[in-house]
């Protein structure tokens, strides 16, 4: 193994990447000093060269200074192999690799392998509904939360910014006027309904109650409570017998997010992997 030849290769893909030293270290497990003594002669044992690497977006044999191995545009690489799937499987298939790259990048080469389920749920005794089978990690760093199965699953991933979190939240009042208003009879039918079927529509009240199943005087203090928080906009139209106000959801896309994170909150789980922000790496199961 020709040790120079390692060294040099190591610190050249480490620098064309912006990554220093440490970050090399704790990506891969090891010390600062172990990096350092390898950009400086030392040799990395060989059992770590494919983590290395990994971690530098290269190949083994580019370390050996062998061609066709310089680092990757993971972007282009990336971008290349969602072209190549089918439009019905792009979201799917990008979903899976998120979960599968996530489910890697904690439970690591020694954890236990877990297939992708074909269902998102559990069954368990008198749950009829079953339990959501959902993946969380939190660090310092962030966190990553999301669903992987064939038959439906999303993944999040929420960086933590400098400022926190808590720069980019609206304030309690806000939340409070917005719960509030779900509350009211009819409000979270009309909400799903319109971001389902109605998307950038106008519908009259009589019009949207019908459709939604609620009735028209809930569905009209509804709407005019969600218009007035900003969920629904109004516009008033000119009819033969006079004018009618019609309305339409601000930002449809919001809705399913909103709804599905909401259900977390009521604590129904099965398994879990967290990235302890006291013990990076280790894996949790839960019931």
């Known amino acids: 193994m ?149 038959d439906m699953s999303y993944m999040c991933v929420f960086p933590k910014p400098e400022a926190g979190f808590d720069a980019f939240l609206l304030s309690s009042d806000v939340y409070r006027e917005l719960f509030s208003v779900l509350c009211l009879p009819g409000a979270l039918e009309l909400l799903r309904w319109f971001s389902g079927t109605a998307k950038h529509r106008l519908f009259a009240v009589g019009a949207a109650a019908k459709r939604a199943g609620v009735g028209l005087e809930d569905a009209k203090n509804a709407l005019e409570a969600m218009t007035k928080a900003g969920i629904f906009t109004s516009r008033e139209l000119e009819l033969e017998d006079g004018p009618v106000t019609a309305y339409m959801l601000e930002d449809d896309s919001a809705v399913v997010p909103f709804l599905q994170f909401a259900g977390w909150l009521r604590g129904e789980l099965s398994m879990t992997y967290r990235d302890e922000r006291t013990s990076a790496g280790y894996a949790k199961w839960g019931k």
């Open 2 to 150: 020709d040790i120079a030849i390692i060294s040099s290769q190591i610190q050249k893909f480490r620098k064309q990447l912006g990554m220093t030293q440490k970050e090399l270290g704790v990506a891969i497990g090891v010390s600062t000093q172990a990096v350092s003594q390898w950009e400086n002669g030392g040799a990395p044992d060989v059992s770590l060269l494919p983590a290395i690497a990994d971690k530098l977006g290269v190949t083994v044999d580019a370390l050996f200074g062998r061609e066709g191995g310089e680092v990757r545009d993971m972007t282009e690489t990336l971008t290349g192999w969602l072209r190549s799937k089918t439009k019905d499987r792009r979201f799917s298939d990008l979903t899976r690799l998120l979960w599968e790259s996530t489910m890697r990048m904690v439970v690591g080469g020694s954890g236990p392998r877990i297939e992708y389920p074909k269902s998102c749920r559990l069954y368990d005794g008198d749950l009829a509904d079953g339990i959501l089978l959902r993946l969380i990690v939190q660090t310092d760093d962030g966190s990553i939360v999301g669903v992987g199965a064939e």
